[in-house]
């Protein structure tokens, strides 16, 4: 995993959460960087995962049905070839995507949640929910 990833590490006597940064070059989810690193809270783990601006998106639109690239990039407003290529390829290296490319001319590449990433879906559906209940009733 090439990401920084959050130290969290919480004080017992008044409740006070320290966040580190910590650089992880090639740490998996789950693995230390050295034996005092955890995750306190799964939260931080999820949010390294499909936090950010595109990612939870790019699976919302992954949830309906398979896309190829250039389908992708028009659902998504605004996004650079560069970031959605990036953050297709974290969420890929991550076990959420599956990327499959046809041997064709031109070639085709298509992208799909694996079953990993369909366990997000029914989250994905009550974040859906929650903004637009969010964005009725405050804006």
């Given at each position: 995993?090439?990401?920084?990833?959050?130290?969290?590490?919480?004080?017992?006597?008044?409740?006070?959460?320290?966040?580190?940064?910590?650089?992880?070059?090639?740490?998996?989810?789950?693995?230390?960087?050295?034996?005092?690193?955890?995750?306190?809270?799964?939260?931080?783990?999820?949010?390294?995962?499909?936090?950010?601006?595109?990612?939870?998106?790019?699976?919302?639109?992954?949830?309906?049905?398979?896309?190829?690239?250039?389908?992708?990039?028009?659902?998504?407003?605004?996004?650079?070839?560069?970031?959605?290529?990036?953050?297709?390829?974290?969420l890929e290296r991550d076990g959420l995507v599956n990327r499959k490319v046809y041997a064709e001319v031109p070639p085709r590449v298509e992208y799909s949640l694996?079953?990993?990433?369909?366990?997000?879906?029914?989250?994905?559906?009550?974040?859906?929910?929650?903004?637009?209940?969010?964005?009725?009733?405050?804006?």
């Open positions: 995993m090439t990401a920084n990833l959050t130290r969290v590490e919480a004080e017992k006597n008044d409740g006070i959460v320290t966040v580190d940064s910590i650089n992880a070059k090639s740490a998996k989810i789950g693995e230390k960087e050295n034996d005092t690193a955890q995750y306190v809270c799964g939260v931080a783990v999820s949010l390294e995962i499909i936090g950010g601006k595109w990612k939870g998106v790019i699976l919302w639109h992954l949830c309906h049905k398979t896309l190829r690239f250039s389908q992708l990039r028009r659902r998504l407003q605004g996004v650079t070839q560069k970031m959605l290529t990036q953050q297709l390829r974290e694996t079953d990993l990433g369909r366990t997000l879906e029914p989250t994905l559906r009550q974040l859906c929910d929650w903004g637009r209940t969010y964005n009725d009733e405050h804006r």
